[in-house]
T-cell receptor, first 114, second 112 residues
């Protein structure tokens, strides 16, 4: 079955530690996205990539980093510079350039900083 | 840049209708609508393209007013399964790339 797989589903981290969230898709989509979700604030765009080896900052990129070395993979690293990293993180992909088509979301990763 | 949704929350009885609005301060190229149930990933409902609209579901439809930079989602004869948070997303184009920016969401609760 085609889809997007995020891991881990739950993650606990101590302050000052970096953590990497995995996002893999087998939909052969060019575009991939990372969103952060906090209660009452909707989905906020962290980074997006429309093609391999290229990515752009979203609205809240500070304290995060990404890579896009393979079409099917778009990992997100939450660095120690992110001041409030506890949140629900969603990865998505789209087969249409310029976001003209629907986004397919993964099940999400919930990060808690202790 | 974030589109504004209204109302923030709606409570309905089964069979009642609801309208969720989405407005943007920028010109809209397309509008997406998604529904998210608690603890789950958002699910695509429909997309409306500039110059037209596309109906994605039988009792859930939407309109797109380019001049007013607004879109509305219509839920008719609501069912319990309609409960969830609805998000509109608008495409923002910059440096020849497009990104989808979501509104803050509208929480819909349908009661028996």
């Amino acid at each position: 079955d085609g889809g997007i797989t995020q891991s881990p589903k739950y993650l606990f981290r101590k302050e000052g530690q970096n953590v990497t969230l995995s996002c893999e898709q087998n939909l052969n989509h060019d575009a991939m996205y990372w969103y952060r979700q906090d209660p009452g604030q909707g989905l906020r765009l962290i980074y997006y990539s429309q093609i391999v080896n290229d990515f752009q900052k979203g609205d809240i990129a500070e304290g995060y980093s990404v890579s896009r070395e393979k079409k099917e993979s778009f990992p997100l690293t939450v660095t120690s510079a992110q001041k409030n990293p506890t949140a629900f993180y969603l990865c998505a992909s789209s087969g249409t350039a310029g976001v003209g088509g629907e986004l397919f979301f993964g099940e999400g990763s919930r990060l808690t900083v202790l | 840049q974030q589109p504004v949704q209204s109302p923030q929350a709606v409570i309905l009885r089964e069979g009642e209708d609801a309208v969720i609005n989405c407005s943007s301060s920028k010109a809209l190229y397309s509008v997406h609508w998604y529904r998210q149930k608690h603890g789950e990933a958002p699910v695509f409902l429909m997309i409306l393209l500039k110059g037209g609209e596309q109906k994605g579901h039988e009792k859930i439809s939407a309109s797109f007013n380019e001049k007013k930079q607004q879109s509305s989602l219509y839920l008719t004869a609501s069912q319990l399964s309609y409960s969830g948070t609805y998000f509109c997303g608008t495409v923002v184009v910059s440096s020849n790339t497009g990104k989808l920016i979501f509104g803050q969401g509208t929480t819909l609760q349908v009661k028996p």
